[in-house]
Each structure stands twice: as C-alpha cells, then as structure tokens.
C-alpha cells in the first residue's frame, strides 16, 4: 500500500494539536514536519521545540524534513526531540558531512533519509543509499506549499526506484510537492512508495476518503 504523510506545513497553527491528532482517525501514515531555516530556503518554519511538542501528541511516526544549511550541526537534536524518519538535503553540505550526518542519525535509532531538489540529478543519491531507510524527491523547489507539481521528475523516482532494486535495499521513496489524487497516481507509476500532502490534505473536504484514495494507488 502507498503510505501517506500529510504536511503539517499546511495545517492550522493555531490548532495544530487538533489537526496532529485528527491524522490518526484519517489513515495517515506518518506526520511530515518541515523545518526551514531562512538560509538553505527562503522561508522560515518551525523548530526543535515544536519537535518535541508534536512528538509529545502524535499519534503517528514523525518524518521530519530538514531543509537547513550544514544540517551535521542538529542532526542529534532533532533525533533526540523525537524523529522517526529524519531527511536532510544532499545540497545542503558537502558529502562527507552528509555521510556523518546520515550514520549519528542511524547511530541514533532513527530512520535515516537524504533528498534531491529539483536540479540534482538522480545519480547524487549513490555514495548515501547504503545508509538510507528513505529517499526524499522533491516535485516542488523546497521551502513553500502550495507549488505546482512538477512532473518531469519522474524520470529521476523511476532512476532512484532502479538504483534500490539493483541494489537489493529496502528504503521507501517519497514524494514531495503538488501532491494530489492526480499527481500522486503519476508518482506512484513511476515507483514512488510515500506521498507527502500538505495543501492537498489539509484543503480535502474529506481528509480521510483523500488518505484513502492515495493508498489504493497501489494495493
Ligand atoms: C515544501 C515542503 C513540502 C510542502 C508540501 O518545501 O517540503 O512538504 O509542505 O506542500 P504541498 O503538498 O502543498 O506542495
Ligand atoms: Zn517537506
């Protein structure tokens, strides 16, 4: 089955216990926390404290999607403030700190994930797979929901899914931006295992039949 995890970068702030708890009841399968840090994106979003309060409510596990510059510098913190999957970016530092950085996550207990923007090419994933239990393709430039979908990364999910399976490793690939019902059926064909959702979900009249038709995308 296809799993879910809503973007809670969409949800109401004001009432984001409400709508953490409310992913449970509607299927979801984990809660996607985007942290941005003004400096590898041009936004801002939430931090190790709102971490550790999610983790405190959540009813589900808690893929946490580090958007940040030289991210070797928080990767305990934010295992410690309760990740269950923790991505960090490929861009985001040179390879042999992405590598440090992947192993004191894995060290950890954690599910260690790394991700490609747009631009970087599926082949960047090598020298990290052996390590991963995740790998995160973006459709969208990272730092805002709300974007169109871009679907000429297929081709990259279909070349990372190829790399997995020649490989003989069991990371999950997910998705991430413009997901919908739609973009999510092309996600899925081309080999995706998880979809992100964060205007999608949030803006369903009906969040659990949304979560229901992206998990039979493929049974
Ligand atoms: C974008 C974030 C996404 C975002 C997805 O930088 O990584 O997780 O919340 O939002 P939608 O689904 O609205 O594109
Ligand atoms: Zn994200």
Redesign the pocket.
């Given at each position: 089955m296809v799993k879910v995890s809503p973007?809670i970068?969409?949800a109401d702030f004001v009432n984001l216990e409400r709508d953490i708890r409310a992913l449970g009841p509607a299927g979801a399968d984990y809660v996607?926390v985007?942290v941005?840090d003004g400096q590898f994106?041009p936004n801002i979003s939430i931090g190790i404290p709102v971490v550790e309060a999610i983790h405190r409510i959540s009813p589900l596990p808690l893929d946490v999607?580090l958007?940040i510059d030289r991210p070797l510098r928080y990767v305990e913190r934010f295992c410690k403030a309760g990740a269950d999957i923790l991505t960090i970016h490929i861009e985001a530092d040179t390879q042999e700190n992405n590598l440090e950085a992947l192993r004191r996550i894995r060290d950890l207990g954690v599910r260690a994930a790394i991700s490609v923007k747009p631009a970087t090419p599926a082949e960047a994933v090598l020298p990290y797979l052996e390590l991963c239990s995740l790998v995160l393709v973006?459709t969208?430039e990272?730092?805002?929901?709300?974007?169109s979908f871009m679907a000429d990364m297929m081709p990259k999910i279909t070349e990372i899914r190829r790399y997995v399976t020649e490989k003989g490793l069991s990371c999950e690939i997910e998705v991430?931006?413009?997901?919908n019902e739609a973009t999510g059926r092309t996600c899925v064909e081309a080999g995706a295992d998880v979809l992100?959702?964060?205007?999608?979900?949030f803006k369903a009249p009906d969040p659990a039949a949304f979560v229901a038709a992206l998990h039979a995308l493929r049974k």
């Open positions: 973007s970068l969409s996607h985007d941005m994106v999607h958007m973006m969208v990272p730092g805002f929901g709300g974007q991430d931006g413009g997901v992100v959702a964060g205007s999608a979900y």
